[in-house]
C-alpha cells in the first residue's frame, strides 16, 4: 500500500469524498463499511465517519446480538426493548463503536423509541465516564417525562452544543431542577437551543440555566428576564442570540454603563410585542451587527417602522450590516385598504440607506407601501451588492381603491435590475395600468438591461388585466430570461380576496407567455449566431474535374 495512505489526515480527505460521491447516496455506509474492513489503516478512520453522527441509538442497539433486544415496529414508531441483560461483551461492542459519536439525535428522530429501561441500562456502562463520552452535539426529542432525566446521563463534559425539542411536554418541578445542573455536567457548552417556557416561573428558571454557562456563542430561546439579558451582554463568546421580549419591557438603561455590551454580537433574532421595544433595547448598545431580524406581534405604523430604522442606523455599524428582517405574523383575514398618508414611503425607508452592503432586506407588515419607480430607483443606488429584496409579500401593498397606479411599473424595474446585479429573489407590487395593449417592435422591451440570476418573481397582490399580458409577457422575457415563476395572490392573507383566483390565473398566462418569448429569443440568437458563423467560416476548396 502506498505510504500516502498511512497519512491518516489525506485518508480523512479521501473518505469524506467517498461518502459525498453521487453513486453513494443511496447507501452513503456502505462504502463505508467496506473500507472499514479492507485493512488496519483504513479501520478507525472509516468507523469514525459511520458513527460519528446518528439520528438515534438505534444503530448502537442493532450492533447488539439480536437475542438482546426485541424490535417492534409499526406505521408511525419503531420500538426497541431489552430482552436480557448486557453482559461484558455485549458493552465492549457498544463502546468500540460507541467512542466514535459526535453528533446524536434529529428533529427526524421521534420515529424511533427506546423505552426507558434500556435507555437506562445504556446510560450506566461499566465505566468511570457516559457512554457517549465523546458526544458534541445532541438533539433531545424524547418527550416522555420519565426519559428525561437521563439526558444528564448519555453524554459526557466535552458536550457543546444540546437542542431541546421535548413539546408537547410541559416541564414540571423535576424538570427544571434537571435543567439548572446542566451548566455543572456539560461546562463546554456554546450552543443552545431551549423552547418557549409556557409561564414567567419557567422563565426565570431557564434563567438560571443559560447564566450558569459562559462560553456560549449561539443561544435561542424564549422570553429572557433582565439578568439573563445582562449575562449575554458581558458574554465575549456570543455572536447569534435568538429570543422573546418579555411583555414588560426590562430597565435597558444598565447595558449603557458597559460600552462593551454585545461587542462580538453579529445577528439578533428578536420575538417582540411591539417593535418599539426593539427600539429601545438598541438606544442603549453600538454593535457591529452583521443580521437583524424583528418578528413584531402587534401591528408596526409606518413611523414607528421610520423611527425603528432611523435607531438602528444610530446604534450598528451601517459597514457590516448585510440583512434587514421585520417580519410580523398576520391574522388570516384580508386587511383593509389603510388611508395612503399612513403608508411605508420612502422617506419611511430612507434610512436604510445608510448601509451599503445589504445583501436581503425582508419586510413584511400590517402596513400598506406607497412608492414610484423613482423611489425604487433612489433605494436601488443606495444597495449595490443586493441579492434579495421584498416588500409586504403576505399582506401586499393595499393601493386604496380606484388607486391602480400606484406601484412600480415594469418599467421602474430597469434602473433596479441595473444597479443591483446580484439580485436573485424580489417580491413587490407590479402596476400594469400603463401598458399598451399590443407589443412595440420598434426597440427591445428592456433596452439592453437583463439580469439571467433571478429566476422567480413575487407581485405580492398586483391586480392585472388580459390586456396586459402579451406586452407584459414580451417585457419580462427581455429582462428576466430565466425566469420560470411569477408568484402572485398566493398568501394565505391575500388569496381571501375575492379576485385573488381571477388575478392569479391572468398572472398564470404571463408567466407561460414569459418563458416561451423567451425560448423564442433564444432560439433566435442561436440561429443568429449559427448564420454569422456560416457565413465566416471559409468555403471549402475545390475539386478540380477529372479529364
Known amino acids: 500500500m502506498h505510504k500516502v495512505f498511512y497519512i491518516r489526515e489525506v485518508v480523512d480527505m479521501i473518505f469524506r469524498e467517498v461518502r459525498g460521491c453521487p453513486w453513494t447516496e443511496q447507501h452513503p455506509t456502505r462504502a463505508l463499511a467496506i473500507l472499514a474492513r479492507t485493512c488496519r489503516a483504513f479501520h478507525d478512520v472509516a468507523l469514525n465517519m459511520l ?22 415496529s409499526s406505521s408511525k414508531v419503531t420500538v426497541y426493548r431489552l430482552r436480557k441483560a448486557l453482559n461484558r461483551s455485549h458493552w465492549a461492542t457498544l463502546m468500540k463503536y460507541a467512542r466514535f459519536v459526535r453528533r ?19 446510560c450506566h456502562p461499566p465505566s468511570s465516564g457516559p457512554l457517549l463520552e465523546n458526544l458534541r452535539h ?27 425539542e421535548t413539546y408537547p411536554m410541559r416541564w414540571g418541578s423535576s424538570e427544571l431542577s434537571i435543567l439548572t445542573t446542566l451548566p455543572h455536567v456539560f461546562p463546554s457548552m456554546e450552543l443552545v437551543f431551549i423552547p418557549e417556557p409556557y ?15 459562559n462560553q456560549l456563542q449561539v443561544v435561542t430561546c424564549g422570553t429572557l428576564t433582565t439578568r439573563a439579558i445582562l449575562h449575554f451582554a458581558r ?29 462580538a454580537m453579529k445577528e439578533f433574532m428578536i420575538d417582540t410585542p411591539d417593535i418599539d421595544v426593539v427600539e429601545l433595547f438598541l438606544c442603549h448598545l453600538h454593535v457591529a451587527l452583521e443580521q437583524m431580524s424583528v418578528y413584531p406581534a402587534s401591528r408596526t405604523s409606518s413611523s414607528s417602522l421610520h423611527s425603528y430604522f432611523t435607531t438602528l442606523a444610530s446604534h450598528s455599524s451601517v459597514e457590516h450590516m448585510s440583512s434587514i428582517v421585520v417580519h410580523q405574523v398576520f391574522d388570516i383575514e384580508p386587511p383593509r385598504p389603510t388611508p395612503d398618508p399612513h403608508a411605508i414611503t420612502l422617506q419611511t425607508l430612507f434610512p436604510l440607506t445608510s448601509f451599503p452592503n445589504l445583501t436581503s432586506i425582508f419586510i413584511d407588515i400590517d402596513c400598506p407601501i406607497n412608492l414610484s419607480d423613482a423611489c425604487l430607483d433612489s433605494l ?33 424595474l430597469l434602473p433596479l435590475l441595473s444597479k443591483c446585479p446580484h439580485l436573485t429573489s424580489l417580491s413587490l407590487h407590479l402596476t400594469t395600468a400603463s401598458l399598451p395593449a399590443s407589443v412595440s417592435c420598434a426597440q427591445r422591451p428592456g433596452r439592453g438591461t437583463a439580469n439571467a440570476r433571478l429566476d422567480a418573481l413575487n407581485v405580492c397582490d398586483s391586480p392585472i388585466t388580459h390586456t396586459a399580458v402579451p406586452a407584459l409577457s414580451a417585457f419580462l422575457s427581455d429582462v428576466l430570461p430565466n425566469l420560470h415563476n411569477i408568484f402572485a395572490w398566493h398568501s394565505d392573507v391575500l388569496v381571501a380576496h375575492p379576485d385573488a383566483g381571477s388575478y392569479r390565473a391572468t398572472w398564470r398566462e404571463v408567466e407561460l407567455s414569459a418563458r416561451n418569448f423567451a425560448r423564442v429569443r433564444e432560439q433566435e440568437k442561436r440561429w443568429h449566431s449559427g448564420e454569422r458563423a456560416s457565413v465566416d467560416a471559409p468555403s471549402p476548396p475545390c475539386s478540380s474535374a477529372s479529364g
Open 235 to 263: 458574554l465575549a463568546s456570543l455572536f447569534k442570540l435568538s429570543f422573546r421580549m418579555p411583555e414588560t419591557p426590562p430597565d435597558f438603561s444598565v447595558l449603557s454603563i458597559d460600552t462593551s455590551a454585545f461587542h
Open 380 to 412: 436601488a443606488s443606495a444597495w449595490p451588492h443586493l441579492e434579495s429584496l421584498s416588500l409586504n409579500e403576505t399582506g401586499g401593498w393595499r393601493p386604496p381603491p380606484g388607486h391602480n397606479t400606484i406601484g412600480i411599473t415594469p418599467h421602474g
Open 138 to 164: 445532541m438533539c433531545w426529542t424524547d418527550s416522555r417525562r420519565e426519559a428525561f432525566p437521563l439526558i444528564r446521563s448519555i453524554a459526557g463534559s466535552r458536550l457543546a452544543s444540546l437542542r431541546l
Open 104 to 122: 446524536l439525535g434529529s428533529t427526524r428522530s421521534d420515529d424511533v423509541v427506546v423505552d426507558v429501561p434500556f435507555m437506562q441500562a445504556l
Open 199 to 213: 409561564n414567567i416561573h419557567e422563565a426565570a428558571e431557564l434563567t438560571e440555566v443559560l447564566c450558569g454557562w
Open 51 to 72: 458513527w460519528e453522527e446518528l439520528d438515534d441509538l438505534s444503530p448502537l442497539i442493532r450492533s447488539l446480538p439480536e437475542d438482546v433486544y426485541s424490535k417492534q
